[in-house]
């Protein structure tokens, strides 16, 4: 299987999160999946450096174009709401 970048959907006490990840490998019920960024992994959010892989269930996996671009823009819409809580009194 060739690499692929995808969003890894991680579901937390917090929400959910979406980490930019590789496809590296594929099992039939599981992705096995590259980081390039510190990210925790349930469960226990066992904590995965760049470079380190990990197998993930199928259905937590998004297959998008660009996914480093899909994070980008979503960390700015939140930053975007962030910034305008701060306005109100």
Request: hydrophobic residues 40%; contains cysteine; glycine residues 6%.
């Amino acid at each position: 299987m060739n690499e692929k970048a995808v969003l890894l959907i991680i579901d937390s006490l917090t929400g959910l999160q979406e980490k930019p990840c590789r496809v590296v490998g594929e099992t039939p019920k599981r992705y096995r999946v590259t980081v390039d960024q510190p990210t925790g992994i349930p469960p226990g959010f066992s904590l995965l450096m760049p470079g380190m892989t990990q197998l993930v269930p199928k259905h937590a996996v998004r297959f998008v174009e660009n996914a480093a671009k899909v994070i980008v823009a979503i960390e700015s819409a939140h930053a975007d709401a962030e910034n305008s809580k701060l306005h109100f009194p």
